[in-house]
């Protein structure tokens, strides 16, 4: 019965990864159409704007999270008042793949939940202030496409929280997305690196899915892009676990062999972990490394005798839950990994909270192949429902509250 079990999830997980994961050329074409765009309202404005001038960085004691509090303990509770914090039709940034709403969606409950710690509360997200933390700054997400809705979540709840007279761009670099903000002279960029370590999926738009090949003792060719950032948030879980097995290289190029995956996240991780160790800077440079991104691919497990997916769902979990598609392997090696390093990397624990939120994900109202879903493919959930994706303003915002959070608390009056 294990075994059956074991087998199956890995099976549709597979099935899962095919059917969101190649989303192929198109996308190209849209994020293109992106490249350049200025802020429609923006305007020449004169070179002294009222925010090119550098401002002191308060910290309130309601904005303070006390020491001893765990931020990722906590539950959801139902908050329309004060969410969610941005429109998606007022972010003009949002790619196709994660505007639920102007996609069919029919509830919107899943934008109006808050994120409440137990024992704390998280500070009202504050753009400006964000801003003024990453004046004269680069800060970067690097990671799969479930990184970069981190990206683009960051990128509205800044986008919706500054003057319209503030210019802002969004630049497509590939691999990177780089937004900015002028007045701040601040970026907020994302890099494509699905397993972090080099492989042949690095190409922005046109990687192959289903054939993987991963450098596990590499990670030169993007680190030199991510050397001169000053915030670094890195992500890589959901690609690995295509298979139990990975092909890989490790030294010579000319011996692929078949990794057990967790084998080859421990040794691509090290790696990663060589690198910053070497070549970051803990008193200009801050690291951050965001913990699986839960899947909600089976209902069977929080409605036993279910079914389905994450279709059809509107309500978070209540009570506790951790799905299978979290493997606890990875995140054992993440924890040994990031506890063996003598630079400080904080972990965005996100994994536990978000696996309550089976009602996030895009679910049939986002892309296939870089196209919407037609409403025959919509009709059949069971195959087209992405489970893994989630919808914006969502679920990723709260990630980018509690990131906002642990970085406002260095500004503290000690
Ligand atoms: C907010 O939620 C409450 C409780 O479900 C509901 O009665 C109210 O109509 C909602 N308000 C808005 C603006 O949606
Ligand atoms: C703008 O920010 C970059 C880092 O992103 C920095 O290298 C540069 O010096 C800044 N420019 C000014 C005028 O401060
Ligand atoms: C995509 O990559 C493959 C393999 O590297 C290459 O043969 C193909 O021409 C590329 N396609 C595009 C559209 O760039
Ligand atoms: C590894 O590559 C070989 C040759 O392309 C292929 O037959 C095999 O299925 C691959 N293994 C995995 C786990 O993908
Ligand atoms: C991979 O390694 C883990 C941990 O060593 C082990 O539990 C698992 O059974 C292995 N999987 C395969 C397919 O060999
Ligand atoms: C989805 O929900 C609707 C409304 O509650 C219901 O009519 C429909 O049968 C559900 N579909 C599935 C596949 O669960
Ligand atoms: C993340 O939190 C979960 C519980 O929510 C815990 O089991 C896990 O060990 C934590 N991960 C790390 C790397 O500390």
């Known amino acids: 019965m294990a075994i059956r079990q074991y087998r199956r999830i890995h099976l549709l997980f597979r099935l899962a990864l095919v059917s969101v994961m190649a989303l192929g050329a198109s996308r190209v074409i849209l994020d293109n159409l992106r490249n350049n765009l200025l802020w429609p309202g923006s305007v020449e404005i004169s070179t002294r704007h009222r925010y090119t001038v550098k401002m002191p ?8 999270i006390e020491d001893g509090c765990n931020v990722f303990e906590g539950k959801w509770v139902w908050d329309n008042a004060s969410r969610p914090l941005y429109r998606e039709e007022s972010c003009p940034f949002l ?4 505007t639920c709403l102007r996609n069919g969606r029919p509830d919107s409950f899943y934008q109006n939940w808050r994120w409440q710690p137990n024992t704390c509360n998280l500070p009202r997200f504050d753009g400006l202030k964000l801003m003024e933390i990453l004046r004269d700054k680069r800060l970067m997400f690097v990671g799969d496409s479930v990184q970069r809705s981190m990206f683009e979540s960051m990128v509205c709840l800044v986008q919706s929280a500054i ?19 002028e007045e701040f002279n601040a970026t907020i960029e994302y890099y494509w690196a699905p397993f972090i370590v080099e492989s042949i999926s690095d190409h922005a738009t046109n990687h192959t899915v289903l054939k993987r090949l991963v450098r596990l003792d590499s990670v030169a060719k993007h680190s030199k892009e991510w050397q001169a950032a000053n915030v670094l948030i890195f992500e890589s879980y959901v690609w690995w676990m295509y298979k139990p097995m990975i092909n890989a290289t490790y030294g010579s ?8 995956v967790t084998t080859a996240y421990r040794l691509a991780l090290e790696t990663w972990a060589n690198w910053i160790e070497s070549s970051i800077n803990p008193q200009t440079q801050k690291i951050f490394f965001t ?6 691919l089976w209902s069977w497990e929080w409605k036993p005798g279910a079914d389905g997916n994450c279709f059809n769902e509107t309500h978070p979990i209540e009570g506790s839950y951790w799905g299978t598609g979290s493997n606890l392997d990875i995140m054992g090696i993440v924890e040994d990994v990031l506890g063996e390093l003598k630079v400080k990397v904080t972990l965005l624990n996100i994994t536990q909270l978000s696996e309550f939120r089976k009602d996030g994900h895009t679910s049939v109202f986002g892309e296939r192949k870089g196209k919407l879903l037609t409403k025959e493919q919509r009709n059949d959930p069971k195959n087209y429902a992405d489970c893994i994706h989630w919808c914006l303003p969502g679920v990723p915002d709260t990630w980018n509250e509690i990131l906002y959070a642990l970085l406002l608390q260095d500004y503290r009056v000690q």
């Not at 790619?95 to 994660?98: A, L, Y």
């Not at 210019?167 to 937004?179: A, Y």
């Not at 190029?253 to 057990?260: A, C, K, S, V």
């Open 253 to 260: 190029l000319d011996n692929i062999q078949e990794y057990n």
């Open 163 to 181: 003057p319209s007279d503030v210019r802002r761009s969004l630049q497509r670099i590939p691999p990177r997305k780089v937004f900015k903000v």
């Open 57 to 64: 960085i308060g910290v309130s004691e309601e904005e303070t």
């Open 291 to 296: 913990t699986m991104s839960p899947t909600h």
């Open 95 to 98: 790619v196709k793949q994660t």
